[in-house]
């Protein structure tokens, strides 16, 4: 069984950052974020396989960063220059996807955490 707890959401101005950390118990071959606004559905923001492989989504892309800390069992999304439009619900997921690549597909994550929202005002 794997359980995942999201940390460090908040209220941040416009270009501002944040740091979101997950801790995760259990062995996972994938973690993801995702994201999700009200009235919106569930969108895949960015993941790190085991192998190190990383995708971002378009619309993050060279703003959010992820890594992990092997010794801590923690995966972090460093988010700079937000945006009000990143204003969500952010989500870590894990998945036992074998898969050589980063899947960007919520279905293809079988463990949620509870959420940690991230608000951006303009």
């Known amino acids: 069984q794997v359980q995942l707890v999201e940390s460090g959401g908040g209220l941040v101005q416009a270009g501002g950052s944040l740091r979101l950390s997950c801790v995760v118990s259990?062995?996972?071959?994938?973690t993801g974020w995702f994201r999700q606004a009200p009235g919106k559905e569930r969108e895949f923001v960015a993941g790190?396989?085991?192998?190190?492989?990383?995708a971002y989504s378009d619309s993050v892309k060279g703003r959010f960063t992820i890594s992990r800390d092997n010794a801590r069992n923690t995966v972090y999304l460093q988010m700079n220059s937000l945006k009000p439009e990143d204003t969500a619900v952010y989500y870590c997921?894990?998945?036992?996807?074998?898969?050589?690549?980063?899947?960007?597909?919520?279905?293809?994550?079988?463990?949620w955490g509870q959420g940690t929202q991230v608000t951006v005002s303009s």
């Open positions: 259990g062995r996972t071959f994938t």
């Open positions: 790190i396989k085991w192998s190190g492989l990383i």
């Open positions: 997921a894990a998945a036992h996807s074998a898969s050589s690549t980063v899947s960007k597909s919520s279905r293809d994550y079988a463990y």
